[in-house]
């Protein structure tokens, strides 16, 4: 059984859960302890007694900490990959792609620690000088989705650590075995005991203690809407003071295609921002919004590229297109493409889900493509987090922007075209943290700022250096000799 890590030592919990690939349901991938109420307790006195003795090393140590991570994480980038593919069910080149993101974001966060400038002002009184320096917020919780199961915890762990922070990480039920993979190699990077811990577990039996333990100073979340509106309430309901908190969630990104697009990069980025990861990247692309004259040539080349995406076991060769995550997840997949056809949506391509590829027997659907959609169908309203888009026809460049913009959902959005006046006025105009020009609305840097706006986000932008708004506090000290 893989265990918990609280305190520098690996503790059994409660129970285990058990871990299933989704591409073969026979496969058993582990056993993965379940953290008690009281364990997670332990973790949060834990990271509380280890805070002062890991703030308190120098920059160097943490560099050096954060850069051996990132470089086991690399070298292990084959093994990893394969894990996460195996677990998660994206594609084996998805995966390579994430846990390289996860690597070189603990190595950018390593850079980082060496580079916290403060600041010095003139003050408006003779002969004083005011300082404005970064310290550590205190002990963080984090809590992380499935859907990337190493990169957003890097995303979030890497800084936590290197402004000086310690952690309690929280993985979603599902991806455990990357969780722990990560603990692993975490805990022989030299942290003192209790910087970083890992609780697995249930979010009904620890996820209060996750949320409400009096020694957290802070909350850094990505999940769904639901989740997020819970995790903020708590945050803020707290008895002995309110916790800063940071809310990642989701996303219903249109991609606009205007007439001006050239056609094959409009339909490469269609069919990844749609369908890679198997469309659940809270960035995929679900709305195809395309003007009238680019419209019946938009539809007929997705069609004759659409069977390139094969559909199969996530570590196949030769696989685009891997599993749904789990039984869940595949029925809500399949409710939504029931309610696009009651809705008066055309479904032109795919939307079958298979009980099996290749004699194995996982949580399969072919991927696909509604057309006829409007603007109001739940189908282009509701975040589905499967490989189902719909394409949205409209007249004009200026009912592309309306449409793009209505939704709840502000995280990307991306606009195809060859005009640089369309590319000008869409960059501007789009209601999003992230604004993508002839490029796929899903796949960023690892060392550029990432977020949303609108229901999808909450709190300062995450990765980056942008994240010290939230990993730090300011201090603002007047100084007078
Ligand atoms: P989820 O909200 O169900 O769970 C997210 C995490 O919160 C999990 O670890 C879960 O165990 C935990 N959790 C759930 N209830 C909790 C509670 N009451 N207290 C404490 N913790 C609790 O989300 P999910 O299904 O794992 O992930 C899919 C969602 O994540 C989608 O909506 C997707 O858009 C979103 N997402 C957003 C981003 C982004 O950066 N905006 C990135 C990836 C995924």
């Not at 190493?150 to 039920?173: M, Q, S």
């Not at 203690?209 to 309430?233: M, N, Y």
């Not at 169908?377 to 949205?392: H, K, N, S, T, W």
Request: aromatic share 8%.
């Amino acid at each position: 059984m893989y265990c918990n890590f609280i305190n520098g030592e690996w503790l059994a919990g409660l129970d285990a859960s058990t871990n299933i690939n989704p591409s073969d349901t026979r496969d058993v991938i582990g056993h993965y302890a379940r953290a008690s109420q009281s364990q997670a307790r332990m973790a949060f006195a834990a990271a509380s007694h280890a805070l002062p003795i890991w703030s308190g090393r120098g920059p160097q140590q943490r560099s050096d900490a954060l850069d051996v991570i990132g470089s086991e994480i690399l070298a292990r980038l084959d093994e990893l990959a394969d894990l996460l593919a195996r677990e998660e069910g994206k594609a084996l080149a998805d995966a390579r792609g994430e846990v390289l993101r996860a690597g070189q974001i603990f190595k950018f966060f390593a850079g980082e620690c060496l580079r916290q400038p403060g600041e010095v002002m003139a003050s408006t009184r003779p002969g004083m000088t005011v300082e404005v320096t970064r310290e550590p917020i205190g002990v963080v919780s984090v809590i992380t989705p499935w859907n990337f199961p190493l990169a957003i915890p890097a995303w979030k762990i890497a800084p936590a650590l290197a402004y000086g922070n310690t952690v309690v990480f929280k993985p979603a039920e599902l991806v455990t075995g990357c969780a722990w993979a990560l603990a692993e190699i975490i805990a022989r990077a030299g942290l003192p005991n209790g910087a970083f811990n890992l609780v697995m577990g249930s979010s009904r039996e620890i996820g209060s203690v996750l949320l409400e333990d009096p020694r957290l100073s802070a909350i850094t979340f990505t999940g769904s809407e639901g989740t997020g509106r819970k995790v903020a309430q708590a945050a803020v309901g707290r008895s002995g003071g309110m916790a800063r908190f940071q809310l990642e969630m989701g996303g219903k990104n249109p991609l606009v295609v205007l007439d001006d697009a050239d056609l094959d990069v409009a339909v490469a980025c269609a069919l990844d921002g749609a369908y890679h990861a198997t469309g659940q990247r809270c960035t995929a692309s679900s709305r195809l919004i395309v003007t009238d004259n680019m419209h019946d040539r938009f539809v007929a080349a997705m069609l004759d590229r659409l069977p390139e995406l094969k559909v199969g076991d996530a570590r196949s060769p030769g696989t685009r297109i891997g599993p749904v995550v789990d039984a869940e997840q595949l029925a809500q997949d399949v409710a939504y493409i029931h309610q696009g056809i009651a809705e008066g949506a055309q479904l032109v391509y795919g939307g079958q889900a298979m009980p099996e590829v290749e004699g194995r027997p996982g949580h399969y659907l072919q991927p696909a493509l509604f057309v006829g959609a409007t603007s109001s169908m739940r189908i282009c309203q509701e975040e589905i987090f499967g490989p189902v888009a719909a394409v949205i026809r409209v007249a004009d460049a200026e009912e592309a922007l309306a449409v793009a913009n209505d939704t709840p959902f502000g995280l990307s959005a991306g606009v195809c075209t060859t005009s640089l006046k369309w590319a000008a006025m869409f960059k501007r105009e789009l209601q999003a943290g992230m604004v993508m020009v002839n490029a796929p609305t899903a796949g960023v840097d690892p060392h550029a700022p990432f977020g949303g706006r609108k229901s999808s986000s909450y709190g300062p932008r995450e990765q980056g250096r942008y994240a010290a708004e939230f990993f730090t506090q300011v201090k603002t000290s007047y100084i007078k000799p």
